[in-house]
């Protein structure tokens, strides 16, 4: 506990945090930075992409080079940066909207590739931001001012969809779990592949189904019988949301080469950090012309 609160308390950002008083992105941000502490991830070796949401504001609350993109396409900028200098740490904190919703697309296919990437998934199950609407994780027949009549669709289950579209490292904590959380981040960035963390996040404003308390109450953690190699337990077990039991941890975890790995130029150095050579390609042009 001394290491967190040596975190804490040493926080190098100069921005005040502005989510509400018991949001549990303050979990998620003091994860972050015990896990940044303890490993030396800074601007010289890492850096962090968000989406648009109130987990997006996580880039101006860590001191480590940020990019803020378009609302659902944190997962290609954080793509495209590991491709420019696959010697980086990437992080990619997302919304449940953001990843689920407008960046679905993007969330199964960085995952059919095992981009070398780790996706810190805040999962509140609204669109928080924007004031609380239903997202893609909200039960269904839940009630918000978007779906005033109770939602009819059932949610997407992000492990199951990541464990079945290729991820390589698929797991889930819980906002109050910082220590646990750290640890967590740590494996998932030295995981060669993509690796999905969801975290499970109350948004204390709008959703007050999922709290603090909800979770603390009904959250158990997979024990050592549950083989994480093994794909078909790793699904099963990521389809039991059972609201008295809902498992943490590691559900899956197998070794593959990273779409980077397999990539014949990145092999020879971070193309980033190589001199550029200029050329002149207007013979090239003129075959089109
Ligand atoms: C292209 C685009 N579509 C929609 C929006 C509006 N918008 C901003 S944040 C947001 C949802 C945020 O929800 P989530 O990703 O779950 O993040 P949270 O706020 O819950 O952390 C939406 C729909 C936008 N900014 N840009
Ligand atoms: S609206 Fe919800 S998710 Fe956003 S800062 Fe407030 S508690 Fe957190
Ligand atoms: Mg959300």
């Known amino acids: 506990m001394s290491n967190l609160v040596e975190s804490l308390s040493n926080s190098k950002t ?11 992105d303050f979990g998620i941000w003091s994860a972050f930075k015990l896990a940044a502490q303890k490993k030396g991830w800074d601007s010289s070796n890492s850096a962090i ?8 504001h996580m880039v101006n609350f860590v001191q480590i080079t940020a990019f803020e993109g378009l609302h659902g396409r944190s997962l290609p900028v954080a793509s495209g940066i590991k491709m420019a200098n696959n010697n980086l740490n990437v992080f990619s904190f997302s919304g449940d909207g953001d990843s689920l919703a407008e960046g679905c697309n993007h ?15 805040h999962d509140n199950a609204v669109y928080g931001l924007t004031t609380g609407q239903t997202s893609p994780r909200s039960p269904k027949g839940y009630v918000s001012k978007s779906t005033p009549a109770g939602s009819v669709e059932e949610p997407l289950n992000p492990l199951t969809m990541a464990i079945a579209s290729g991820a390589t490292f698929v797991a889930r904590e819980y906002a109050g779990n910082i220590e646990q959380i750290s640890e967590l981040l740590i494996a998932a960035n030295e995981h060669r592949g993509f690796s999905l963390v969801v975290i499970l996040q109350p948004c ?8 603090h308390y909800f979770f603390q109450k009904n959250t158990y953690y997979l024990d050592k019988t549950h083989d994480i190699t093994n794909k078909l337990h790793a ?11 809902i498992p943490l941890g590691i559900f899956y ?3 593959s080469p990273s779409y980077e790995d397999q990539i014949p130029v990145l092999q020879s150095g971070a193309l980033g950090m190589r001199n550029i050579e200029v050329r002149n390609i ?3 042009y003129k075959g089109f012309a």
């Open 49 to 56: 992409v968000a989406g648009i949401g109130c987990h997006g």
């Open 204 to 211: 204390v404003t709008f959703n007050h189904m999922y709290t």
């Open 253 to 255: 975890k197998v070794e």
């Open 14 to 24: 100069p921005n005040v945090p502005n989510w509400c008083p018991g949001c549990g």
């Open 107 to 121: 969330f199964v296919h960085t995952a059919r590739r095992n981009h070398d990437i780790t996706l810190i998934l």
């Open 235 to 245: 699904l099963e077990k990521s389809m039991e949301w059972d609201l008295n039991k």
């Open 282 to 284: 207007s013979d090239l």
